[in-house]
Every structure is written in C-alpha cells, then in structure tokens.
C-alpha cells in the first residue's frame, strides 16, 4: 500500500519570498501524484499532477512541483507567495499500475503567510 | 455542470441520531469517492464506487456508516446512531476513466461538515 509523509505540519513565509513544500511517498512502482489545496471549511482544489513524462510540472496560481524518482519525493515550490496563497497544502498519490485507484493524502501542511 | 455538489454542508446533531449526506458527482464521472477528514488531518478514504458497485471499503467505514449509488448518479452516505468521535468533514469526490485506464485526478465536492454533540 503506498503512503505520504508531508513533515512540515506548518510553515510561515513572508509574503514575496520562495515557498517550498516538502512531499516523500512510498510506492513501489511509478505512482501517480498530485498537490491540492484547501481554504478553511471548504474542498480540496487540485493545485497540480505527474502522471507521466517531464519531471517538472507546472500548475495553477503559478505553482510547479519536481517528482524526483530517486528520493521518492513531489515537492511543491513557488518563486514568489502571496498573501493569499494562505491554506492547507495536501500531497496526494496513487497507485500508478495495478491494485486499486484510491488516492492517499498526507496529513498535509499549513501555510502562513506574513505581510 | 457545476461540479461536485454535497448536502447538508453542516449538520449538527445529537449523540444516537442518524445522520445521511447526499453527493452529486460531476455528471459524466463514473467514478465516487468518500473521504473523511479530521481537524489537522488529511483526508482518509472511505468508501469508492464505479457506478452503482461499491468496490472498496475501508477498515475506517465501521457497520454504522453505509454508502449507497443508486443507479450509478448520486450517492448517499448514511451513519447511524452517532458518536462524537463521527464529527468530521466528510468529503465526496468524483473522476472519469482515463483513456489508457485508471488515471486522473480526484474533484472534491465541498464537503459536509458534521458535529455530533
């Protein structure tokens, strides 16, 4: 069964500064991943995904990730925050062959984000 | 279509009720999930359907909880007599069948948040 570990459960940036996310999974073939986010009392938004192909993606509100096989991580970065970029950020994967297609979410880290 | 719809988004109950959310997935998703998730947690599968067939549940799900697809559209998701520890958002979420096979992303509804007192 895979699994994700997100190890930052908070992180506090100023608004204008680099943002990266950390995300390791377990999985022992080539999974499917993505990053969501999520505003207070509402639902999951898909941020971005890797199914296959170039390793660096790109994804809405000027996010991009990087799945790096190797160190089995999908880290989220983004150049420049913004105060609204404030939410809870979930790193998700699934199983990319085989077995049942059940996404499975880390228990996700809170961005802050400081004027 | 709108998206993934999800009623009640709150419902606040007593301990010993029952309780039942509905889910309408985006129309041409055959594909429906529940998830559970807690304050400070990520959600936790539940329950996925394609069509009207229940094809996983989780250990999570215990005989309180049932999850119905009639006729492969909407789905409903029932706990009876509740506890407080069933206070959660529950969260519904539906995709399509890719091309190549089962691929794609998850599109979550609101959620339904619950609090059982």
């Known amino acids: 069964a895979q699994s994700v570990t997100q190890p930052d459960i908070h992180i506090t940036v100023s608004e204008g500064a680099s943002l990266e996310l950390r995300c390791n999974y377990s999985y022992g073939a080539t999974p499917y991943l993505f990053w969501y986010v999520q505003s207070p009392g509402q639902g999951l938004q898909l941020l971005l995904k890797y199914f296959s192909g170039d390793t660096l993606v790109q994804g809405i509100k000027g996010f991009e990730a990087e799945f790096k096989r190797s160190q089995s991580s999908f880290n989220l970065r983004k150049p420049s925050v913004h105060w609204s970029d404030a939410a809870e950020y979930f790193c998700a994967v699934a199983p990319g062959t085989g077995g049942s297609y059940i996404p499975t979410f880390g228990r996700g880290t809170s961005l802050i984000v400081h004027p | 279509d709108t998206g993934v719809s999800q009623n009640p988004r709150h419902k606040i109950t007593k301990r010993g009720q029952n309780v039942t959310f509905r889910c309408d997935p985006i129309?041409?998703?055959?594909?429906l999930y529940w998830y559970r998730q807690t304050l400070g947690q990520g959600p936790e599968f539940l329950t996925y359907?394609?069509?009207?067939?229940?094809?996983?549940k989780s250990r999570l799900l215990s005989d309180r909880f049932s999850a119905e697809r009639p006729k492969g559209s909407f789905s409903t998701l029932e706990i009876q007599r509740t506890e407080q520890g069933d206070s959660a958002m529950y969260l519904c979420a539906s995709r399509e069948r890719g091309p190549t096979g089962d691929t794609g992303e998850l599109f979550f509804g609101e959620g339904s948040r619950l609090t059982v007192l």
């Open positions: 359907f394609q069509n009207e067939a229940q094809l996983e």
């Open positions: 129309s041409e998703h055959n594909r």
